[in-house]
């Protein structure tokens, strides 16, 4: 899924991962990785237990909130490329998640990854961690646009327990395949169907009674929906 949001960057030096193994750093301090998160109790661990790659792996271990764990690579020699991310998740230790109303709505751990372009937009992918107790690749192909500035990379865990990390990899793929060819005209059929939607948009964001719907990803939605509200073949089919 594509998404967009303002990001703010973090410059390093190349589009080369840093520490992608996790074999450099000590506990609290991993070496080019930096955390992301709003009052969160959360701790760093290197293990050596069980590594699927290398010597050591990442131990994510969240009390409380949720938690990103953030890499953002100078990417301009990238732009216009399609590049693969990979990454090994494991999530342990979920007795004590949330459980109804107040459990987060959606997956409890996955991997984004984005791309910052000049505009200050940012196309990102998402892809969700599901099971317990093993490890798990994940891989995300993203299209970068010809103007992309930096790569983001944010494994996350959004509930209490252990998130483990190893082996990020970036493997470029070649020319993206959907050239960016600017916006298109819109029938006055599809603006009507974008007019309801953004309506309903804007009264479910603010009146939605749950309290998952302050982690909700609303910039997702709101792309989802638009693509769906502009591509439906009538206003009934966008409502079914």
């Known amino acids: 899924m594509m998404l967009w949001a303002l990001f703010i960057p973090h410059a390093i030096a190349s589009s080369t991962l840093e520490n992608p193994g996790f074999e450099l750093?000590?506990?609290?301090?991993?070496?080019?990785?930096?955390?992301?998160?709003?009052?969160?109790?959360?701790?760093?661990?290197?293990?050596?237990?069980?590594a699927p790659e290398g010597e050591r792996y990442l131990s994510l271990i969240l009390e409380n909130g949720r938690v990103d764990l953030q890499q953002e690579l100078e990417a301009s020699e990238l732009a216009g490329q399609r590049v693969d991310i990979g990454i090994k998740l494991r999530r342990t230790n979920p007795e004590d998640e949330p459980q109804g109303p107040s459990a987060p709505a959606g997956a409890p751990a996955?991997?984004?990854?984005?791309?910052?372009?000049?505009g200050g937009m940012v196309y990102m992918n998402t892809a969700e961690l599901d099971g317990v107790g093993q490890w798990t690749t994940l891989s995300i192909s993203i299209?970068?646009?010809?103007?992309?500035?930096?790569?983001i990379i944010r494994p996350w865990l959004r509930t209490p327990g252990q998130l483990d990390?190893?082996?990020?990899?970036?493997?470029?793929?070649?020319p993206a395949h959907v050239a960016d060819a600017g916006p298109g005209p819109v029938s006055p059929e599809a603006l009507?169907?974008?007019?309801?939607?953004?309506r309903l948009y804007g009264a479910i964001r603010?009146?939605?009674?749950?309290?998952?719907?302050?982690?909700?990803?609303w910039d997702a939605v709101a792309l989802r929906g638009t693509e769906l509200?502009?591509?439906?073949?009538?206003?009934d089919a966008l409502s079914s």
């Open 165 to 174: 990390i190893d082996d990020v990899t970036l493997t470029p793929l070649g």
């Open 206 to 217: 603010v009146l939605h009674p749950s309290d998952g719907s302050v982690d909700a990803d």
């Open 25 to 50: 750093g000590t506990d609290g301090d991993v070496a080019g990785w930096t955390l992301q998160h709003t009052g969160a109790t959360v701790r760093q661990r290197l293990r050596t237990r069980d």
């Open 110 to 118: 996955g991997l984004r990854v984005g791309a910052n372009a000049l």
């Open 229 to 235: 509200a502009e591509n439906a073949d009538s206003m």
């Open 192 to 198: 009507d169907r974008l007019t309801a939607f953004a």
């Open 143 to 151: 299209d970068l646009p010809d103007d992309t500035t930096h790569l």
